[in-house]
């Protein structure tokens, strides 16, 4: 079993909720966006009630299928609002 330390960059209301412009989490096998997700979800329940969360990867939106792999840059966009 791989287990890896993984800095997730976060922004405004993600930033909020989680306290922090970076979070870390342990990764202890392949992993794809939508379970990152929950996982994170599961230690900070608050992002649950945001309307949509996108994850990119390396700079990249990701779908819910998209692979993480080790070295990737993570970051967790809140829901933008536009005019």
Known sequence: MVTRET???TFGIVKEITGSPVVSV?????????ELM?????????????RSIAIAINGVYANTDAIISPGDELAIIPPVSGG
């Open 7 to 9: 800095n997730i960059l």
């Open 26 to 34: 342990t990764i202890t096998s392949q992993i794809t966006a939508g």
């Open 38 to 50: 929950q996982q994170l979800i599961s230690l900070y329940p608050e992002l649950s009630k945001l």
